[in-house]
């Protein structure tokens, strides 16, 4: 690559302490008044012709949208005198720069200027028209001398006249955005450094301001382009309600004019940092404005290239579905109308006929009233539906990204504008309700997802105890069915007040068990032996064991259940006496 | 170029108005601009490496050339890049470095300056600053490379030839006209024994030859152990000459310096000034060392040494009797003697040490301070200018 051959450059040759004047740029002032053959060129030649071709662009659009109202518009014509104008108003503009006339000599410069521009102008359009018609004019301003200021060619002039202007204030900022020696700072010894340095920007000229000139006509021209272009391209009726279609192609002119445009806003920049650089006596190395321009120009080709890959179009009606909507806002409007006026006329009605006046008169027939609008039609694309929208979905994706970012950028770029909002009140007591309801709805989430994780947990815990409430004792193996068998009589028990503690084991406590059934001793035995294996063996509990423990459960159940009997049974007698104290 | 985001948003639009495909390829070229011109502005400064190649040690008057290296180290070209580098006044003037270049993918320049060295000191060279930007003028970044580049420019250095500096240690390298000190290693002759005389110093081969007893005559010599002990503390130099009185004190100290490491003697010195290495000022002590590599780390501190007012040349003085050894020379520079110092130097003197005194910014008629060393002892000199130091050429 370049980094290994020519890499090392003698910067002595170009700092003008060492060796001034061999730097490829020109080091400081050695630039001023000297001028290269390619600067020459690009001055004198190339930008002429990219401002006349930009301005071309636009009168080409603007003819489009001209022709498709008046077929008579002589719009080659046109297009050609606005290049040539062009050229000549950055001519004229760089000789007056040039030869410093006296404003009596550049009044005169002017008026001569405008009058050939108008003769150009008048005699131009027959090259349209014919000779025929320009005989037959000839003859007509000679009957009548006001017939030479035809409306046609008062509008031409003027169009002509505002594109001249134009060139020729593109010309000069772009001229002003130059370097001029008299911008220099004199010596220190120099009776004009005093002079200099009490000048408003110290002599220096806004080249910020200029730049931004530049900027700001390029793209008001390109809106007004686009604009003149998409009017050309649409129906203006079917534009109104929203229902026009979809136009492709290349659109050269404007084309041509944002390539133009953008090179010639790169150049601008160039020619504005360089300036400031030769005011400053900064040492410009090797070739930057020659790198400048093949760097702006494939910067430019890799950005279109890429927006090649994009797409451009869109199938998802937004479109139809705004027009839909604009005609169902327009047709509510109009029954709104419509039934006021019923009203209005209803009551004049009303008056007239007590004044009979509208007596005799003809019934007038009663119009229709307008149906509402269809709803959109779905729009016609070849391919298949799913890749439409897909391609909808980028497109749109990208679209958003695209303007989502711009807005953040323009109010990022104009943060300082928004600081101030904060001191006012009403600011402070929205940004005071915002951060509240932040707060509010931040801790009321919190208590929610509190909530959900209680119900979350409760619910686990009931699933856990499910088995136990509703327990199917087929699905449960031997082992567990003696385990439920036992832990049920343990329930049941302590329902009755001699349950088993915790610290007794299951022997210890089968004592009081078969003291408290006396007519199921055995299988209370029966049934804690059986738990007492089941629970710390580790042999298999087998079928016949666990139906001999369930027979035995269903014994004590039974004694237990006849226990309770007994012992409600016994506790209605006894509470009269202790109510009434009668025996 | 900030326009370009609304012109962004306005042909939207105008597209999505009119339903023009080729608007929305413009949008995206427009976009496209802004957007990819901000990811290069920003990837630009990130890429760029530099490095400065120099010496970074000069003497005073030298030309130190600077080769400044840059590199994109990026794979996407740098439009333009304006290098600013910032440099001490005292080594360049204008003190700084300006330039505007394009750099090619992984393209490599290299720059140079020069700097006169016309000051001794510790000079940082940069920072750096870079600034660059897109092609259209929308984005521009700027960026500081922190630099940890300094130049050491040594401090004048005055060739002495003589310089009589009292001391009494033996065995040194320098001739001397008290003949107690006689070093074994420099026979200058043989003599007639007389009574007394060492048998060990008897040379042999001559008495043999002669018949008489002859012994070896040795060349007196001794060794100037010497510490220079510089007053930096700015309140004791007046306030008028406060700068150039500081600066020939240095010049005094190098050449002193200098002169002994020459002779090949031991040097040390004891500055109250303050080193720009150390972060806060401290006193600076060179312990007395010989040999060409203390003299460069006698040089490299003088280089670096600015004046301070936090120690007290007294503080100095105490400090500097730890590092010097029995019958080694004292050289005081300072401004001033006053009763104070004086006393300071008697006690040196009783101590043992051999004391001169070397004055650049007396503030009372010089010779009265010198009658008053000469009572003490001490030998005093007064150096205003850089050719007084003529006296020891």
Redesign the interface.
Known sequence: MSGDKGALVNQEAADPAIAPGLSDEGAGASAFGHRSPTQIALEEVIRPIAIAAMLTCIAISLSQLVSALSAAWPGEVFCALVFVVSLESIHSQRLLWRLRFTVRDSFRFRFVEWVVIVVLVRFAVYLDYGMQRLTADVAAWQADLASFFDPSFIVMSLLVMLFWWLASRLSQTMQELEASPAERMPSITDPRHYLHSTMPRHGLTDRRARLNQIVTIFFWGGAVMLLFSGLARVDVRDLIVLRHSRSSGVILNVLIYFLIGLLLISQAQYTNLKANWELQNIPILGRLGRRWLLLAISFLLLIALIAVLLPVGYSVGLMAVLSTAIQWIMYIILQIVFTILFIFATIISFFLSLLRLGVGGEEMPLRETPAPPPPPAAVAEAGSPWWQVIRSLIFWSILTAVIGYSFYRFVVDRWGLFRGLPKLRLITWLLQLWRGLRLGTRRAMNRLRQQIRQRRASRQVQTAKGPLRYLSLRRLSPRERVRYFYLSILRRSAQQGFGRLPSMTPLEYAAILEKSVPMAVEQAHELTQAFVEARYSEHEITKERASVAQEAWRSVKRALTARRRLQRAAQPEARPVEVDGAP | ????????????L?A?????????????????????SQI?TDRTLRGIECKREYTDRAFLGERVPVKLHL??KNLL?V??L?IHESLPIQLRSPNFF?????L??????????ELDCRRRGYYLLGPLVLSSGD???IHTRDTEIPSNDFLTVYPQIVPLAKLDLPAQTPFGSIPTKQRIFEDPARMIGVRDYQSGDSLRHIHWKTTASKGVLQVKRFEPAISIESQILLNLNRSEYSLSRVDTATELAIVVAASIANYLIEKKQTVGLCCNGWDLLSPEPQLITLPPRKGREQLMNILEVLARVRTADQFPFSDLLRQAKLHLTWGGTAIIITGHADEALFENMLLMKRGGFHVMLILVDPQTPFVTIKERAKEVGIRAYMIWQESDLDVWR
């Not at chain 2, 999505?16 to 990819?36: E, P, Q």
């Not at chain 2, 300006?98 to 394009?102: A, D, E, I, K, T």
């Not at chain 2, 090619?104 to 300056?113: N, R």
């Open positions: 170029m900030q326009n370009l985001l609304i012109f962004i948003i306005g042909l939207f105008i999505a108005l009119f339903r023009v495909d080729f608007f929305f390829y413009l949008l995206y070229v427009l976009f496209g601009v802004f957007f990819l290069w590199r994109n070209p439009g333009w304006r300006n330039h505007v270049l394009s090619l993918p992984k393209e490599k320049v290299v720059l140079h300056y092609l259209f003028g």
